[in-house]
């Protein structure tokens, strides 16, 4: 099987001949990714901001931290300014260019697209957290409208890809952190009257596209994971397994959707510990994946973040492809 046929299946719990595999940290990755640039003539409008005016910041050279920092510059900071806002164009022909070329390698892989922070995130990226959620109770009406725009965007891009690349294209990647490491961050009627039916529209366009639908979310996303399964999402990237509770979420999901995930980020892999790692490895593939698939093993990109140094991500990688991808040959 090519790494695309493998990774497809594994998704569509059609019986792929190993797990897939996403360790680009390591040269040993089924998928590529294909970019989605700026606007034509883009330029930041400040040091460290994005294409939406968010401000970003950094930990400072030399501080031993290592992470992308986070927007403390909301351009956002009234919802009586969103027609202010300069809203990015999805069909801006620019933003492809990127991706045509790196097309150009993809070989027999499985190709993931995307535009990165998606909806949540970009929404509060905007407006502020605080503010966010004030809001959500005191100007219901405006942050509907707010969730409107911003989606536009994540579903212009995901038709765009599929105008222009249908069938090169195979998954759109997208994040969405949407909890703490006790809960999500709102209640579930909450989450349903803001987002639940627009996700629904965002997995529509993404496979009306032909393409998959993957997210990333950290935190204790246990109760969101059954909404995002209502909407349609295909993958879920889940980076703290011990968090969430590896068998309640096997009782409750496996089968349902597609896991990507890796042995816990913050409660195994910092120990570097090759028995932990590989008894986790093991329980992963048991009580996550299935024998017609569901699960596909992806490194945590920044390593030195988390303080997990190559030699550890080695054990788990070797740990996996001896339990679930025998014969990968690396």
């Known amino acids: 099987m090519t790494s695309y046929e493998i990774v ?15 360790f680009a940290a390591l040269d040993v990755d089924d998928t590529h990714w294909a970019g989605v640039g700026p606007a034509a003539g883009w330029q930041a409008s400040q040091p460290n901001a994005d294409e939406w005016g968010c401000v970003w910041e950094t930990p400072p050279e030399g501080s031993g931290i290592v992470n992308m920092g986070q927007p403390t510059g909301h351009p956002l900071s009234s919802l009586d300014r969103m027609d202010e806002i300069r809203w990015p164009d999805p069909a801006d022909d620019a933003r492809y260019e990127l991706a045509a070329h790196d097309l150009e390698g993809a070989g027999d892989k499985y190709v993931v697209a995307g535009c990165g922070f998606t909806f949540f995130e970009r929404m509060h990226f905007l407006h502020g957290m605080p503010e966010l959620f004030v809001d959500m109770h005191e100007r219901r009406a405006d942050v509907h409208e707010f969730a409107d725009r911003v989606l536009e965007y994540p579903i212009g891009v ?6 222009r ?8 990647g997208m ?12 209640s579930l009627p909450m989450w349903r009257e803001f987002f639940k039916d627009r996700y629904r529209r965002l997995f529509d366009a993404i496979h009306d596209a032909g393409m998959h639908a993957w997210m990333h979310s950290c935190g204790h996303v246990n109760e969101v994971i059954g909404e995002w399964i209502d909407c349609g999402l295909d993958v879920v990237n889940l980076q703290q397994p011990r968090n969430l509770g590896i068998e309640e979420i096997g009782r409750r999901y496996r089968g349902r959707i597609c896991f990507e995930s890796l042995c816990d980020i913050q409660a195994t892999l910092p120990r570097g510990d090759a028995h932990a790692i590989r008894e986790e490895a093991a329980l992963l593939l048991d009580r996550w994946g299935t024998p017609d698939g569901g699960f596909v093993l992806s490194d945590y990109g920044d390593g030195a973040a988390i303080g997990v140094p190559d030699e550890t991500k080695r054990l788990m990688l070797d740990a996996f492809i001896e339990l679930g991808a025998p014969g990968l040959g690396v």
Do not use: M, S, Y
């Open 175 to 186: 994040t969405d952190d949407w909890g703490t490491q006790q809960a999500a961050f709102l």
């Open 165 to 172: 690349f249908r069938g090169r294209v195979h998954g759109f």
């Open 158 to 163: 995901a038709r765009e890809i599929g105008k």
């Open 8 to 22: 497809r299946r594994a998704v569509e719990f059609e019986r792929p001949e190993r797990i897939p595999i996403r």
